[in-house]
């Protein structure tokens, strides 16, 4: 028997605090598995849910769906090639690739499984995960780099492009100096769309800026309603991505967007979406959701992160700060993507 280390959780709750346990059994690759030594992993805000108890779905005690390590050993039937491999394991864990959704669109599998949810995920140093779900990693992207575009950069990319929008469209995200909405913002940039960033504080603006959005606005200053009128002819954005999930942004997405327009809910609530079929069917909005993307999206934004398109901005703690990290998460205190260093 040989043991690992793993960020633990007893018991999602809001009071739960996350720490080290030592004595965590490496798993065995089983047919089609890979085992994977982990050298770091993205913290995504659907963790935060989950170890909080407030989405109620974790159903083991290892989170973590944005891991990054080396291949180390096989299961039976899987091709050599994969070994010693960097590949990532995403929230993605399997589909049955059997059914009639998995024909439309693999990521919707309703008998899917998802790391950190109902299998133990990447807060730890080894992980077992079936070879075809996982993504090689190019050898140009950094392992701490490539994390975040395992679940914040891949659902960001795929909601830009189900958003439908051409050349010189408007496009707003709230939440945009977060994990998602800042990788979204240089997406959409180098897709020639112009971007109106919201959230708030001084440093998301300049990240938000930096990164190429034509105007930031701070929800908490500025009027936001009137700006974004003013800049789109009085129409509205073409669309609204909204990758926070906060109430109030899912609120004004619908003031911010114009008639024949999009909103795409990507950022996570259980609360009802804040608008009238009435206000849907004489507008002409199209509502769409969006969450993580199929291997083809996945391939091409890591190709657009290899060609300097797309910089994940990071910050890095240890896999013992989760406790931490998850606080300050909930507190929308993390400028881009934290980072767990996973130790060796
Ligand atoms: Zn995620
Ligand atoms: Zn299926």
Redesign the pocket.
């Known amino acids: 028997m040989q043991y690992q280390t793993a960020a633990w959780v007893d018991s999602p709750s809001p009071n739960t605090k996350p720490y080290l346990k030592h004595d965590v059994l490496i798993p065995t690759p089983s047919i089609g598995q890979v085992l994977v030594k982990l050298e770091c992993s993205g913290v995504c805000h659907s963790d935060v849910h989950a170890i909080l108890g407030e989405t109620k779905r974790m159903a083991v005690h290892i989170g973590g769906h944005e891991g990054i390590g080396q291949v180390v050993e096989l299961g039976q039937d899987v091709p050599q090639s994969y070994l010693h491999s960097r590949v990532g394991v995403k929230w993605l864990y399997s589909?049955?690739?059997?059914?009639e959704?998995?024909t439309l669109n693999?990521t919707r599998?309703?008998?899917q499984s998802n790391s950190g949810r109902d299998v133990p995920g990447t807060f730890q140093q080894y992980v077992v995960a079936p070879a075809k779900f996982v993504t090689k990693i190019p050898s140009e992207l950094s392992s701490e780099r490539a994390a975040p575009l395992l679940c914040a950069g891949i659902t960001v990319f795929s909601a830009i492009k189900k958003a439908g929008l051409n050349v010189g469209e408007w496009v707003v995200f709230p939440g945009a100096g977060g994990g998602l909405g800042h990788l979204g913002v240089q997406i959409a940039v180098k897709m020639g769309y112009r971007v109106i960033a919201i959230d708030e504080g001084d440093a998301k603006g300049r990240l938000c800026r930096d990164l190429g959005a034509e105007i930031y606005l701070d929800y908490k200053i500025d009027s936001v309603e009137e700006t974004v009128m003013s800049l789109t002819g009085g129409y509205g954005a073409h669309a609204i991505i909204c990758t926070t999930g906060s109430d109030a942004a899912y609120a004004q997405a619908f003031q911010l967007v114009r008639v024949l327009g999009t909103v795409v809910c990507v950022g996570l609530t259980i609360s009802q979406l804040p608008v009238s079929p009435f206000a849907v069917a004489i507008r002409g909005l199209k509502v769409i959701g969006s969450s993580v993307g199929t291997e083809v999206e996945m391939e091409e934004l890591l190709q657009m992160a290899v060609n300097g398109d797309v910089v994940p901005h990071i910050e890095m703690f240890e896999l013992s700060e989760l406790d931490n990290v998850v606080r300050q998460l909930a507190e929308a205190q993390i400028v881009g993507r934290a980072v767990l260093r996973i130790p060796q």
């Open positions: 589909a049955c690739q059997a059914c959704i998995c693999y599998c309703p008998h």
